[in-house]
């Protein structure tokens, strides 16, 4: 069993959806969370971190992690086709702990 | 530029060819990770540098696997015998250690396409 499991996809919806990404992990010790985007042929670039449990919001942007479940989701709002790339899960055990665990990415296509 | 540089971009190796792929982190990182993305896995941890030493090699899956890193700053990514199940995209990525505050935050280069016929 993966350390961090996450659907691969493909996800295609229409401009203007509410996009709904998920991972579950199994170390419990995990306490840093991160959602990185990766578009085509680049390198995965940081779109929202959170501490321990609770939701954060970044303009359409929201993460939410639930510790008792281990379980964490993005949310996009307003989908837009620039939105269209591969979304990555990331943890680690500290704000220092430098070996993330990362799921396998949702590919995710936005329909204008 | 301002971020991460890898070379080259794309290598099509014959099998059992060496390959050195090389990462120019971003000026002023102490910290240095390489990654491979193999299709439909998660960024697997190849090696970890901090400065020039390798505190972590745990990641590297065989000893056909090596990597170096120089004055704190270039890193070279070393395949020898490469085989078919080699084939991926080797990420780089720096991050800079701050006192307090988050400091998870990899910043990736583009990668070097690994193609072993």
């Known amino acids: 069993q993966k350390e961090v499991e996450q659907d691969p996809g493909p996800l295609s919806v229409p401009e203007g959806a509410i996009v709904s990404l998920n991972c579950t992990y199994s170390?419990?010790?995990?306490?840093?969370f991160m959602w990185y985007r990766q578009y085509s042929r680049k390198g995965p670039e940081l779109l929202m971190y959170t501490y321990s449990s609770g939701n954060k919001e970044d303009g359409r942007f929201t993460a939410q992690v639930d510790k008792s479940s281990k379980y964490i989701s993005l949310f996009i709002r307003d989908s837009q086709p620039s939105d269209s790339a591969t979304y990555l899960c990331?943890?680690?055990?500290?704000?220092?702990?430098?070996?993330?665990?990362f799921g396998a990415g949702t590919t995710v296509t936005v329909r204008a | 530029g301002a971020g991460v540089s890898q070379s080259p971009s794309n290598k099509v190796t014959e099998k059992g060819k060496d390959v050195e792929l090389r990462c120019d982190p971003i000026s002023g990182h102490t910290a240095l990770y390489w990654y491979r993305q193999s299709l439909g896995q998660g960024l697997e941890f190849l090696i970890y540098?901090?400065?020039?030493?390798?505190?972590?090699k745990s990641g590297l899956p065989s000893d056909r696997f090596s990597a170096e890193r120089t004055g704190g700053s270039v890193s070279t990514l070393t395949i020898q015998r490469t085989q078919q199940e080699d084939s991926a995209v080797y990420l780089c990525?720096?991050?800079?250690?701050?006192?307090?505050?988050?400091?998870?935050?990899?910043?990736f280069g583009e990668g070097s396409r690994l193609t072993v016929l």
């Open positions: 990525a720096s991050s800079t250690l701050r006192s307090g505050g988050y400091t998870g935050e990899l910043f």
């Open positions: 990331a943890m680690s055990r500290s704000s220092n702990d430098y070996k993330l665990s």
């Open positions: 170390n419990s010790a995990f306490q840093y």
């Open positions: 540098f901090q400065g020039n030493s390798a505190p972590d």
